[in-house]
């Protein structure tokens, strides 16, 4: 069986992220345990604010089609979701909502989000790490988008000091953590392989 190939990206494309941060190290951890993986930042796909005329007009940006070519060659996708004010970056909103936009003839709309395995988590300088926003995340992937989440994520408090000058989680517990949402990403993406 090959390698499982995971996307790794952040709902944050700002300077110093700890999202990014904790992205990158959710990559690093996948990679030690032989997947293929691939980061992502948001950076590189900019796309105008979702309209529906746009759309009309002059069909869907490059940027989400190369997304969504991208997405649909990975057997799962880890995103690190920073949370404003108790919800999802704009961002990473229009980012989905776009890439659900393609579809192929008879294809069902958002059909890039099936049949793959998602993980989320967060990270934020407030105490609970961003769980709101997760909340809301888990709901747009899993009611809006059809998906497959994982139960396991991970969702860092005091994230400024969270992380050691190696990337790691300095936090026993939340390292811990972080660790079996790796393994139970990497067994689900497993299981659906063998399907």
Same mark, same amino acid.
């Given at each position: 069986?090959?390698?499982?190939?995971?996307?790794?990206?952040?709902?944050?494309?700002r300077?110093?992220?700890?999202?990014?941060k904790?992205?990158?190290?959710?990559?690093?951890?996948?990679?030690?345990?032989d997947?293929?993986?691939?980061?992502?930042s948001l950076?590189?796909?900019? &796309?105008?604010?979702?309209?529906g005329d746009?759309?009309?007009a002059?069909? %869907?940006?490059?940027?989400?089609?190369?997304?969504?070519?991208l =997405?649909?060659?990975?057997?799962?996708?880890f995103?690190?979701c920073p949370?404003?004010?108790?919800?999802?970056?704009?961002?990473?909103?229009?980012?989905?909502?776009?890439?659900?936009?393609?579809?192929e003839?008879?294809e069902?709309?958002g059909?890039?989000?099936?049949g793959?395995?998602?993980?989320i988590?967060?990270?934020?300088?407030?105490?609970i790490?961003? &769980?709101?926003?997760?909340?809301?995340?888990?709901?747009? &992937?899993?009611v809006?988008?059809g998906?497959?989440?994982?139960?396991? =994520? %991970?969702?860092?408090?005091?994230a400024?000091?969270?992380?050691?000058?190696?990337?790691? &989680?300095?936090?026993?517990?939340?390292?811990?953590?972080?660790d079996? =949402?790796v393994?139970a990403?990497?067994?689900?993406v497993?299981l659906?392989?063998?399907?």
């Amino acid at each position: 069986m090959s390698n499982p190939k995971i996307m790794v990206m952040s709902g944050s494309s700002r300077a110093g992220s700890v999202n990014t941060k904790l992205a990158a190290l959710v990559g690093k951890k996948l990679a030690l345990a032989d997947a293929d993986v691939t980061i992502v930042s948001l950076k590189d796909y900019p &796309l105008p604010l979702y309209d529906g005329d746009y759309e009309s007009a002059s069909g %869907v940006p490059a940027p989400a089609q190369k997304l969504k070519k991208l =997405m649909q060659a990975q057997d799962g996708i880890f995103i690190a979701c920073p949370e404003y004010n108790a919800g999802i970056t704009p961002l990473l909103k229009n980012t989905l909502d776009w890439v659900s936009r393609i579809n192929e003839p008879g294809e069902p709309q958002g059909i890039v989000y099936k049949g793959r395995v998602f993980a989320i988590g967060s990270a934020s300088p407030g105490a609970i790490g961003g &769980l709101r926003g997760l909340i809301g995340m888990r709901t747009i &992937l899993e009611v809006g988008l059809g998906a497959l989440v994982l139960p396991q =994520m %991970v969702s860092v408090g005091g994230a400024m000091a969270a992380f050691d000058e190696k990337g790691d &989680l300095t936090d026993s517990r939340l390292a811990g953590m972080l660790d079996a =949402m790796v393994a139970a990403l990497l067994k689900q993406v497993r299981l659906q392989k063998r399907d």
